[in-house]
């Protein structure tokens, strides 16, 4: 429903424009996909590989607390007949407790996973807006629109601008 309001919204702005503007003006259209500008510029291979990195990291804390969860586990089971009740209920106790413990860590560090995604994705979107900016500029173009977010149904590749965008962005990271 949103892809279709903001279609029609986008579709009224093209009409809109056509009426208002002189005969002999001319619109230029640029599309661009911020999506592929993020995952293939450099900038954006390199913090895909960061947070790649992390993951596996975390991935393999994970692994091995998990690891210590199941060998107590069967440590439990193997003594479970010669434990007396009170023995055998702290172990249980401290099986839960890192069970609790596991869960935290998996809930914490897949939401640390995600923020630093969203922050340099925020970051990132926020130089290619540059970027596109002085590209719709110096290219004169009337108006550039981001196409993966599904509100165009066609395009003609002509109008594609998005890897001129990662070269200049990668150009601007390398002057840096």
């Known amino acids: 429903m ?3 309001q903001f279609f029609a919204v986008f579709v009224s702005l093209v009409l809109s424009l056509c009426l208002v503007m002189p005969a002999q003006a001319t619109i230029k259209v640029g599309i661009v996909d ?9 900038q954006g291979k390199k913090s895909i590989s960061e947070i790649e990195a992390m993951r596996k990291s975390k991935q393999s804390v994970i692994e091995e607390k ?3 969860i199941e060998q107590l586990k069967s440590d439990l089971e193997k003594q479970a007949s010669v434990l007396s009740a009170d023995a055998k209920k702290s172990k249980e ?3 839960e407790r890192l069970i609790r413990e596991f869960q935290r860590l998996v809930s914490d560090s897949t939401n640390e996973l995600q923020k630093k995604q969203r922050e340099i994705e925020v970051e990132m979107i926020k130089e290619l807006k540059v970027i ?5 500029k ?3 173009f009337t108006y550039i629109v981001e196409s993966s977010e599904g509100g165009l149904l066609y395009f003609d590749k002509a109008v ?3 890897d001129t965008v990662i070269k200049k962005f990668n150009e601007s990271k390398k002057s840096k």
């Open 138 to 140: 110096e290219e004169k």
């Open 34 to 42: 911020l999506l592929k500008a993020l995952n293939e510029s450099e």
């Open 2 to 4: 949103k892809t279709y």
């Open 66 to 68: 998990g690891k210590r």
């Open 93 to 95: 106790d401290e099986i």
């Open 160 to 162: 594609d601008i998005t």
């Open 132 to 136: 596109i900016e002085n590209i719709g």
